[in-house]
């Protein structure tokens, strides 16, 4: 019952920051509501039993990536309204564009079979030891896969950022 | 389960005021310590030995003006100080404080939330504390403060990194991530600092920094920027970014008493044959000892040592630190393979 109640507004929370995210004239405090709408969703994986990836989310997206969003914000120093005005044709694109992946995302939803998802409560898949283990047992390969595809992402961000030198 | 609920309250009650009144007599140490190293007194005024200089700090500080500056976003500017309070007491929570007491039979742990992903809950918080200073900088309107803002952002997310390799060799080593099993296993004289020197080492350094402390202060660098993040700022606003400081000293030396001094535990103390309660307040009072030893070197270090340039800041995070802690990892993964 309790946790009904934190999930109404723990849900209400994300979708008001999201919408807010895009509301907002500033652009700091769009990224402010889209770093509380990053802890909501936090606080939604806790009601999952899965601490572990809502903990990983908060020090990843919270702690580093929205820093470095405001760090760069702050340093650009945009917090003049007019910078974030377009062209009329460039905002109507934008809607259809949105409307379609939205109408995409329904359709899909409406065939997908809720019942099949399995109780996170009685599986325990969320705590740290049992999702260590499905990830160096059974996802080995694709695990270090993609800690690659991060350091190629770092090499290459470094190698963009001193293009000068070469 | 309701006694678990009022328990966990009070407990949760009795840290933050325990954390609030270490935070008041830390300044008058520190003041009193900064006489000792420049050979005069400190204060000694108010109160005998000057204890009610913290008191008299406070209602000070109740009593300035509040000035808001014209330009600045009104909401944020009173965000960026509570936030920076609330962030520096959420990390108490997750460590324990002592083994558990009995009350009639029923067993209280000494610890708020035993989460089994403890560490990680810190380093969350860690790494969501720099909000506040981000938040009031901007919020200031005001170059100095932005600046000091810019800086504590980058200075903070360079030195997480180090700070969390440090760690991993203790959760590779302990193989738990939650708190109490990590000071469970350093019973006796068994402490992580005996097999991680060099992670203490590391992790030590990276406190200095995140809690913006000298030789690392600067954001709040005053030779260049004024006053940093809280150039703006006044009355108890100023008061909590000031405060936020000592409770943040306070609760890192907790950390590292409970990540590496072997928390709540003493050569002997178990074998003294105490009953449960009163073995449980003098575990405590071993934790608060070896908190108090690392405010001191806290304070040392920041009587001794000049400011670090920013760029030397910055190498010494990113080419010594980090380094050193990824080689720290190898090794202990390799002792670790060799032994088993």
């Known amino acids: 019952m309790f946790t009904e109640y934190i999930f109404h507004f723990l849900s209400i929370l994300s979708l008001f920051s999201a919408v807010m995210v895009l509301a907002s004239k500033k652009p700091i405090h769009s990224v402010l509501f889209l770093t509380l709408a990053f802890f909501a969703i936090a606080g939604h994986y806790v009601l999952l039993n899965a601490q572990f990836l809502a903990v990983v989310h908060v020090i990843v997206y919270a702690g580093a990536i929205m820093v470095l969003f405001l760090f760069t914000v702050m340093l650009l120093n945009l917090n003049k309204d007019e910078q974030s005005q377009k062209p009329m044709w460039v905002k109507i694109m934008a809607v259809i564009a949105g409307g379609m992946l939205m109408l995409t995302l329904i359709g899909i939803l409406r065939k997908y079979d809720i019942q099949s998802v399995q109780d996170p409560m009685t599986t325990q898949i969320g705590l740290v030891k049992n999702l260590g283990k499905i990830l160096y047992n059974d996802y080995f390969v694709p695990f270090e896969l993609s800690s690659v595809l991060f350091l190629t992402a770092m090499v290459g961000a470094v190698l963009l950022g001193k293009k000068e030198q070469i | ?340």
């Not at chain 2, 918080?125 to 009031?136: N, R």
């Not at chain 2, 180090?162 to 060799?169: E, F, G, N, P, W």
């Not at chain 2, 103390?269 to 307040?281: M, R």
């Open chain 2, 1 to 340: 389960m309701t006694t678990q609920i009022i328990y966990k309250t009070l407990l949760a009650t009795i840290i933050l005021l325990l954390s609030l009144i270490v935070a008041m007599y830390s300044t008058l140490i520190e003041r009193k310590m900064a006489g000792w190293f420049q050979d005069r007194h400190g204060p000694n005024r108010t109160g005998p030995w000057g204890l009610l200089q913290p008191l008299a700090d406070g209602i000070k500080l109740f009593f300035k003006e509040e000035f808001m500056p014209a330009s600045a976003d009104k909401f944020l500017y009173i965000l960026g100080p509570s936030l920076t309070m609330f962030i520096a007491l959420l990390i108490s929570a997750a460590i324990p404080w002592g083994p558990d007491l009995v009350i009639n039979g029923a067993v209280y742990p000494l610890q708020v939330a035993d989460v089994n992903i403890g560490i990680l809950y810190i380093f969350a918080v860690l790494s969501i504390g720099v909000y506040g200073i981000m938040i009031g900088g901007w919020a200031s309107n005001n170059k100095y403060a932005l600046l000091g803002a810019v800086r504590a952002s980058s200075q903070m997310i360079s030195y997480e990194l180090a700070m969390s390799l440090s760690i991993v060799t203790i959760v590779m080593m302990t193989g738990s991530l939650s708190m109490s099993e990590i000071v469970a296993q350093q019973q006796g004289f068994n402490w992580n600092i005996f097999y991680q020197p060099l992670g203490f080492l590391i992790f030590l350094i990276c406190a200095f920094a995140e809690t913006n402390r000298a030789p690392f202060d600067l954001p709040e660098c005053e030779t260049e920027l004024v006053g940093g993040y809280h150039t703006e700022y006044s009355s108890m606003k100023l008061g909590f970014y000031l405060f936020a400081e000592y409770i943040n000293m306070f609760i890192s030396g907790a950390v590292m008493a409970t990540l590496f001094l072997g928390g709540y535990h003493f050569p002997g103390l178990d074998k003294l044959g105490l009953s449960p309660n009163v073995f449980a307040l003098v575990s405590f009072m071993v934790l608060f000892t070896k908190i108090t030893f690392f405010g001191f070197i806290f304070m040392w270090v920041r009587w001794t040592l000049p400011r670090f340039r920013y760029d030397q800041l910055m190498k010494l995070g990113w080419k010594s630190l980090i380094p050193i802690a990824i080689l720290n990892v190898v090794i202990t993964g390799v002792v670790i393979l060799l032994n088993l």
